[in-house]
């Protein structure tokens, strides 16, 4: 099963991604995760660049480097999925698809470009508010992280798209534990526990 946590930056995907991990191992479900966008791979560097503001890149050019970062890591993703474990990706396809849009991008354009990787079993969108985000995470902040107006912007195309796509949506301004009891009611939802 892949499971995707998604969601603005500063949301809580790490902690959460971890959580339900350390729950699911508990339980005696073997679970991995996988963080994109992943800086230890030659795109990724690229990627950690772009965001830092050391590379400049148009629009489709970062998006096509965030979307090849993912297939960089197709075969660890293929081989974990095939020894039916529980792999949860922090973020994954879906970023693409609202950071593009946000970029201006078109859906169809963005979607073609991971046309081919493994789909997710659930998607959950942890929707938390730009002003929410910026207060927690003050120092060291990327490209896309600065910029409060875009902040905004991506907050509402995660809520449009989890609509038109059948994503779940999380409050993710509640305590950790808040969060984490809200993923496990869809998890146990999806699973029939």
Sequence with gaps: MIIVIEGGDQAGKKTQSELLAKKLRRNKLKTKIISFPDYSTPIGKEIHKYLHGSRKFPPQVIHCLLAA???????EIQKTHSKNTILILNRYYQSNLVYGISNGLKLDWLENLDKGLPKADIVIVLDVSAKESFQRKKLK????????????????????????????????????????????KIFSKKLKL
Excluded: C, P, Q, T
């Design 69 to 75: 970062n993912r297939w960089e890591k197709l075969e």
């Design 141 to 184: 902040r990327d490209k896309f992280e600065k910029n409060k107006n875009f902040s905004k912007i991506v907050s509402k195309n995660y809520r449009v798209l989890a609509k038109k796509k059948n994503w779940n949506i999380v409050n993710a301004s509640g305590s950790k534990e808040e969060v984490h009891k809200s993923i496990m």
